[in-house]
């Protein structure tokens, strides 16, 4: 089995690590809003609401601005925090931001020129309304949106580890898609069953292993939606309740959680044999899956696995189908950068996560997109979805 | 059977009445980010990535600013769109807002001093970055971030009957979670099996009158999150694959999508005969939310539903052991305002829907929480969630 979760340690060594370079650039306090950020740090997962929630790291130490409802959450979340500073709730008869300033100068004492904040102030989610930080506090707030995301870009080991466990799972997930795939069936039932016989089978292998994250209501999902018969040509369709017919092209996705970490597959598939023209297409989209797959490794340029992607496009005469660019680094969110473009000045890293997802719609007949989740090795990459790839396994008589 | 969906026509109808609203502020052109918003003001659900999405209001005129892989599903979607503009990708050679430029400026020929927005610029979703209009274009641009949410505070008889249809299949989910609850069941397994039967059921009987949104994967869920013995006490836990036991207090929660529209549903269960504390506690919940439900209608400050709830806690002695307000606005998004809080300063209306969920959380036994959708009407309240409430319905033997 697997890596399913991280430990305190491994989150406390994070927070090492970002301390740092907060120290590099002379900031004692930092504040944070972003829940993916909070979780990636601490292992604190919660439900954002229109009650401002904040990370505050100073000098080394965690602490928790939170509402009532969270105080004790925190606690039993974050073995290794400091202090849980709270409110009672948003909005009440005092704002919350005026109780943080208290806070951050009495309680924390931050120092002026020493403090930052990966944003403005408490994000307006759900009617949530307030001051900015500086508003708050008359302190001016040194803004480092990215330095978080910057940590997060290159994973760590143990988060590969975590999205070949995902991988799995996903290529799990969508064998029963397959299966219960079939003429007349609608397809939010297939996915249904499909994501629960594949979150069931990860519940009860994976046993006291498995522990929810709550991004995601499902262990494991795959998934149409909407990318059947002519609709598959809208790349990003969503789901109409749709119901398979002989000669549908279709496209999936599939995907499980495992600690936070999602990885990404996708497959073009047939219902029966497919004509000339869908073998035409899906031969294309191979070969510039492939082609990404080739180019891709330590120190190529981003942009140069999209060229080799839309290469092989041109060569099979195709290039004008093309609808997007060939891939997006993934982790904790479903898409983030670097991205594989052709504007991107990014190279690709060790450690670094990407989908490779090269694909063309046709009007009149439909979309052929694979996707799958690849690691950048020390000397090439790893894909990390094995699920078929190859034409004749795709077909659903 | 109740009303599913919104005509093109009901759209049309709304972005009028944002029209007339922009040109008593003497705004031409409005231009629009939020994905929920634009769905309540065309019909269009899309799922946000990387790559700007702009809706476009211009002298009554709806347009769009889109990637390619979103030109035809635009047209597909919106009947009544007028143009649909586009770039390429991002991150791209040339910045999508170099490409929107242009377009403002030439296309759409927008006027200096008659141009809005709902935010200073495309938000950084999933590692966008990019300018703001005002950098963009040089034009200043007055920001109205409320406008539209200021118009969905308000439902319209239809998303009424749309909550009421939501509600429905919410009570149906949950009729299956309560059913299929049992001791040694593991809270993913009976989420997973209650959601996937509920969404079965909605599925067939709705038939080709239920179309998904895209805004949620399950049509109707029924869930644990972790609110189970002990862990009840978290207000906002979240699932850690708990396993049930006698003399577990449980707290639920349920909901289905109808077009977007989502109820609020949530009980206070036991596994097994409850303790006198626990009788004494339901009770005290109990008698919070009738107090709330008898204190709000038309006309009421929010605050004073929220007093009404904490009187009846000050009555029975249980006061300290609340956590947060008494409930929320809901509609589209899972909560929205206004508060019922005490620092509200909002008051009633006719067609405002709201959560009421009372929660008292003793420390080493659990959480005690209903949560019921409520309509104010024009001479008090309905409630559309109808599930049982009593104790006596709520013990899983």
């Known amino acids: 089995m697997g890596r399913t979760l991280l430990t305190p340690e491994h989150h406390k060594k994070r927070i090492e690590k970002l301390q740092n370079r907060l120290y590099e650039q002379d900031i004692e306090t930092f504040l944070m809003f972003n829940s993916k ?61 005026k109780h943080f300033q208290r806070i951050l100068m009495m309680e924390i004492k931050a120092s002026a020129g020493k403090v930052a904040s990966e944003a403005p102030g408490a994000p307006g989610y759900w009617g949530y309304k307030g001051p900015s930080l500086e508003e708050t506090t008359g302190l001016k707030f040194k803004l480092l949106p990215d330095i978080v995301m910057d940590i997060r870009v290159i994973k760590e080991p143990e988060e590969i580890e975590l999205m ?11 064998k029963y898609l397959q299966e219960f795939t079939e003429i007349g069936a609608n397809e939010i039932d297939v996915t249904i069953r499909a994501s ?70 996708e497959r073009t598939m047939f219902m029966g044999e497919p004509s000339k023209r869908q073998r035409e297409l899906f031969d294309a989209m191979m070969a510039a899956q492939d082609a990404a797959l080739d180019a891709a490794g330590p120190g190529v340029y981003c942009s140069d696995v999209d060229k080799a992607a839309r290469q092989a496009f041109k060569d ?74 190859d034409l004749e396994s795709l077909i659903i008589e």
């Open 196 to 265: 629960t016989q594949g979150s069931q089978d990860m519940v009860t292998e994976l046993g006291d292993d498995y522990r929810p994250t709550g991004f995601s209501m499902f262990p494991a999902i795959a998934l149409y939606r909407g990318q059947i018969g002519l609709n598959s040509y809208f790349p990003h369709a969503l789901s109409r309740g749709l119901v398979f017919k002989k000669g549908d092209t279709l496209v999936t996705g599939a995907s499980s959680d495992v600690y936070g970490i999602q990885s990404e597959l």
């Open 316 to 389: 099979k005469g195709v290039i004008q189908l093309v609808r997007h660019h060939t891939g997006h680094a993934l982790g904790m969110e479903g898409h983030e950068r670097p991205f594989l473009d052709l504007g991107s000045e990014d190279i690709l890293a060790p450690g670094m996560i990407f989908s490779c997802e090269p694909g063309i719609y046709e009007k009149g007949l439909g979309g052929f997109r694979h996707s799958d989740t690849f690691v950048v090795t020390e000397d090439g990459i790893e894909v990390l979805t094995k699920y078929p790839r």
């Open 164 to 174: 070949k466990e995902s991988s799995k799972w996903a290529d799990r997930a969508h």
């Open 37 to 97: 950020n909070i979780f990636y740090l601490t292992g604190l997962s919660f439900i954002p609401t229109e009650r401002p929630i904040i990370l505050i790291l100073h000098k080394g130490e965690v602490s928790f601005f939170v509402p009532s409802l969270e105080i004790d959450h925190v606690r039993h979340q974050v073995p290794f925090v400091s202090e849980v500073f709270s409110y009672f709730e948003y909005p009440d008869e005092t704002h919350p931001m």
